[in-house]
C-alpha cells in the first residue's frame, strides 16, 4: 500500500475527490517533501499568481491552508481571501491556525463553486487537480473561470513526477499511482479548454509545475449581452 493513502481522509459525500484527513500529518509531510523549501516554493507560487494588495483570491483545494495564508499576507491589509476544501479535518485546521481576519476557510468542491460569478481577482489552486477523477478536471477548470472576473488571474500547481523511472517507480510506491502518472503536461491545454489564456508554464523545482493564466477581458458583444 502507498504510505501516501495513509494521509487520505474519509470519503465525502460531496464529491468523488480525494480527500486529506490528517492535517497535521500532512503539513509535517509537506515540510519534509520540500525538503526545507516549502516557504520558497509556496512564497514563488504567491509571486507567480499576481495578488496584490487589495486583491479578493479564492484557494481551491486549500488543504490545511499554507498556500491561503502565504496569499492572503500578500493582498494585505485590503484584500480578502477564502481558502476551500471538502475535508472537515483540513478546514477546522486551516481554521485554526489562521490568525488573520481578512483570511477564511470553508468546506467546498472545485467542480462547484459556492461563490458567484466575478467575484474574484484571483484563483489559486496547488496540488489539487491530480486529486479530482480525469473527468472531473475540466469542470473544476470551468467553476475557476466562472467565479474569476473578467481579466482575473489563476494559478494551478501540481504534482510534476520526476523524470527517471526509479524516481517515478518511488514516487509511486510512496504516494500512489495518480502521482507517479500524473499527467501534468495536459494542464496548460485542459486550461486553455476552460476558457483562459494561458501566459506562461514552468516549472518550480523540485516537484511542481506551474500554469499562469488569466480570463480574457469581457468582449464588447459580452459587455452589451450582459447590459440587456
Ligand atoms: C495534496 S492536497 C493540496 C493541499 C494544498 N493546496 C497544498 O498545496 O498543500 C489536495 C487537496 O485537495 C483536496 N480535494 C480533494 N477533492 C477536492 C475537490 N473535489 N475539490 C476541492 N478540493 C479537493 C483535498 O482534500 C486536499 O486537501
Avoid at 495513509?6 to 520540500?34: C, K, M, S, V
Avoid at 483545494?61 to 499554507?66: A, D, I, L, T, W
Wanted: contains cysteine.
Amino acid at each position: 500500500m502507498a504510505l501516501g493513502r495513509l494521509l487520505h481522509g474519509d470519503p465525502q459525500a460531496t464529491t468523488p475527490g480525494i480527500t486529506i484527513g490528517p492535517a497535521r500529518a500532512y503539513e509535517a509531510l509537506g515540510t519534509l517533501f520540500f525538503g526545507g523549501r516549502r516557504r520558497r516554493v509556496f512564497s514563488g507560487l504567491v509571486a507567480l499568481s499576481g495578488a496584490r494588495p487589495g486583491d479578493r483570491v479564492l484557494d481551491v483545494g486549500c488543504g490545511p491552508g499554507y498556500l491561503t495564508r502565504l496569499v492572503a499576507a500578500a493582498v494585505a491589509p485590503d484584500g480578502s481571501t477564502v481558502g476551500i476544501d471538502p475535508s472537515p479535518t483540513v478546514i477546522e485546521y486551516a481554521r485554526r491556525k489562521n490568525r488573520n481576519a481578512h483570511c477564511s476557510f470553508a468546506l467546498g468542491t472545485a467542480e462547484a463553486l459556492d461563490a458567484r460569478d466575478g467575484s474574484f481577482d484571483v484563483v489559486v489552486s496547488s496540488l489539487m487537480l491530480h486529486h479530482l477523477p480525469a473527468k472531473l478536471q475540466p469542470t473544476a477548470l470551468g467553476e475557476m473561470f466562472r467565479v474569476l472576473r473578467p481579466g482575473g488571474r489563476l494559478l494551478v500547481a501540481d504534482f510534476r513526477p520526476p523524470r527517471s523511472r526509479i524516481g517515478r517507480h518511488l514516487v509511486g510506491a510512496l504516494a500512489g499511482p495518480a502521482m507517479e502518472h500524473n499527467p501534468v503536461n495536459l494542464l496548460d491545454g485542459l486550461i486553455g479548454e476552460a476558457g483562459f489564456t494561458v501566459h506562461a508554464r514552468g516549472d518550480i523545482h523540485p516537484w511542481l509545475r506551474y500554469v499562469q493564466a488569466s480570463r480574457p477581458e469581457a468582449s464588447a458583444s459580452d459587455a452589451a449581452g450582459a447590459a440587456r
